[in-house]
């Protein structure tokens, strides 16, 4: 048993914080304080369950493979494990949210020191943004170094400082009432929130990481693997629900001129804006623009690992610097469509593969706990797929499909929950119990090796 030391449970521990901690970690929870109103706590535990909970979880669950989730679904089927990876790692990739963390720091850190925003400028921006992140992501062996010990300290700092301003400029202030623009679903819009961040699913590729870094470390076996991971899971757990709760405090006790709110304005970004302003000046503008940065840059560069990797695994007669290369070009092209249109594009997307994703990590930790057929984990993930594909033709509106609205948990997007425990019950009981959900053997690890 190699024993993983303290130092090194910290500095991977800070690593998949600083790589969960992008843009929309930033964004989400000032504004779930705000509308929360008295009801702050029972929203935000809603979206620590899936923001903070769900993404470890499913770092966790990764580790129960020495090969992480590219083995764990096979189990569904081949052919399921390798189009959901792939689609998977596209849409986390130089689809979405790669490029996403371009364009949002562009607006958040660029655009408002200029007088408006221009093609030529973001074309700037995103190539210095992408230029960085290639180099960093071209050595994945010094990953936990380089974020783990210089972008993460510096993200924290900056972070730490903006809370401790909040409280202190904000302490003993009343929650804002404003309209309930909840209408009253507390939890089910925390819950959902939480999940519209996109970590869960990221957690999917961030998991390889973790696997990779820990053998780096001298982790020989897949028990220390998972134990490992838990310990470093349980850091970045602290992290992460300790600043979304903190950020979604200020955003409970902030007080804002009503008036000055506009229709379509992100509410988080208003939210951050005003906070840093009111309370450093314009200092404040800098430091949320630092903040953004080191969030969106550290996010950018996990994902181009995961990626390249994954592909490089998949198609091993191209080289992972070449997969470095084409991932960073093809963000970098999308990146410059702006932030609007990228969301646009790949929103439906996302909330298709989404009730997957949540199914397949859920599954996989039950059936390492309780012995179960494989057919119980496949008639699952079919049963979801296929609800899936009702509710996204009727919510796109291409059919008119409203017996759906009338499924439980429909208006938290959650109606795929109920089918996932029907499919895995009757798979189940109707399943070869001598043919279990395969989780490998318990071998030691192979040492990794250099693509």
Known sequence: MTKVSTKTTIIVGFMLF???????????PPALGLVSGEYFWITVFAFILTGVGLPILATIVGSLSKSGYKDLLKNIHPAYALVFMIVLYLVIGPL??????????????????LDGASQ???????????????????????????????????????IIIFIIGGFVAYWGNDYMVIDDLLDGNYFGYGFTEGYLTLDAIAAMAFSVIVITSLKKYGVSTQRDLLTSTIKSGTVALILLGTIY??????GNNVVLDRTSFEEGTNLGTYVLTFVSGDIFGAFGTVLLGLVVLSACLTTSIGLIVAVSEYFNEIFPKISYKVFVIL?????????????????????????????????????????????????????????????????????????E??????????????????????????????????NPVDFGEKEPLEEPTNS
């Not at 709760?245 to 200020?250: E, F, R």
């Not at 499909?401 to 029907?422: K, R």
């Open 327 to 399: 991932t960073t070009i093809v963000s970098f092209g999308l990146a410059n469509q702006g932030l609007e249109q990228i969301i646009e594009t790949s929103l439906p997307v996302l909330f298709f593969i989404y009730p997957l994703a949540i199914s397949s990590i859920l599954l996989l930790l039950l059936t390492f706990f309780v012995k179960s057929p494989k057919l119980s984990i496949q008639l699952s993930i079919l049963f979801v797929f296929l609800i899936t594909v009702v509710t996204f033709i009727h919510r796109q509106e291409w059919v």
């Open 18 to 28: 600083a790589m969960f901690f992008g843009a929309g970690n930033l964004i989400f």
């Open 245 to 250: 709760v903190s950020l979604a405090w200020i």
């Open 96 to 113: 979405f949210a790669i490029p996403r963390t371009a364009t949002v720091s562009y607006e958040m850190s660029i655009l408002p020191f």
């Open 401 to 434: 499909l409203s017996f759906v609205e009338s499924i439980p948990f429909y208006a938290q997007q959650l109606e795929w929950l109920l089918f996932a425990v029907a499919g895995y019950l009757i798979g189940y009981f109707a399943g070869d119990k001598s």
């Open 120 to 158: 030529l400028t973001l074309l700037l921006f995103s190539f210095v943004f992408f230029l960085a992140s290639f180099i960093v992501a071209l050595y994945p062996g010094k990953i936990t170094s380089s974020i783990g010990k210089y972008l993460t300290p510096i993200l924290l700092t900056v």
